[in-house]
């Protein structure tokens, strides 16, 4: 897999996200965010005691306490700058996988957790519109077009999409049309089964707009 920052070689021609260096981390980034992942899974399935509630609250006090004094500016924080990890490093992404990313399109694998639900072990429909945006950014930063941002999203809701079950979305650009890019997505199970599909309209940025 291409790493996606290796495509930013003219980004004063063509983009889709703020210029930003890969951060360096080492396996222990890795490991926060899934133990950070695992408390929100926790958060939203469990049912607590008030002494817990209190201990948890107590614990949740001393993290903020000690992440506090580390705040940065937006584009020197760790988040969203792995491009290896699952959602790029961003506890705010999906936690999934890139797989490919060229002119071609783009292919990315993973699965919804606890998390995520919306009722009846579904993966809640608001997660999908995140799901498909943030892979229309990488697409139309891939295939080279200026910077964008997404004028509408446009999802068909096929089938129930599952919790706790590995996915497949991918899509690529459909066709551009001045500052227009059109691009086309679908969500699969791994037997290709249709889950969801998406259409967008990502709409270059005029000079001076953000």
């Known amino acids: 897999m291409t790493d996606p920052i290796e495509l930013d070689r003219d980004y004063d021609h063509h983009g889709g996200f703020p210029r930003f ?7 222990e980034y890795g490991q926060l965010l899934e133990a950070l992942r695992t408390v929100q899974d926790l958060a939203v399935s469990t049912s607590l005691p008030a002494e817990v509630t209190e201990a948890a609250a107590g614990k949740a006090r001393e993290l903020i306490e000690l992440l506090t004094p580390h705040v940065v500016a ?10 290896r990890l699952p959602g790029r490093g961003s506890l705010l992404l999906m936690p999934w996988i890139i797989e490919k990313i060229d002119a071609d399109g783009v292919r990315s694998r993973g699965m ?15 997660t999908l519109p995140l799901l498909f945006d943030d892979l229309f950014g990488l697409i139309q930063h891939a295939y080279g077009r200026p910077i964008s941002r997404t004028a509408y ?47 967008a309209l990502m709409v270059q940025l005029l000079p001076g707009q953000q």
């Open 153 to 199: 999203l446009h999802i068909n809701y096929r089938k129930v999409t599952p919790l706790n079950t590995e996915l497949v979305v991918e899509g690529a650009v459909d066709r551009v049309e001045g500052r227009k890019t059109f691009i086309n997505a679908r969500l699969t199970d791994l037997d290709g089964n249709l889950l969801a599909d998406c259409e």
């Open 112 to 126: 919804f957790r606890r998390f995520h639900l919306g009722g009846n072990s579904a993966a809640h429909g608001g």
């Open 21 to 27: 260096v890969p951060a360096k981390v080492g396996p």
């Open 74 to 83: 937006e584009g020197r924080q760790t988040a969203g700058r792995v491009p």
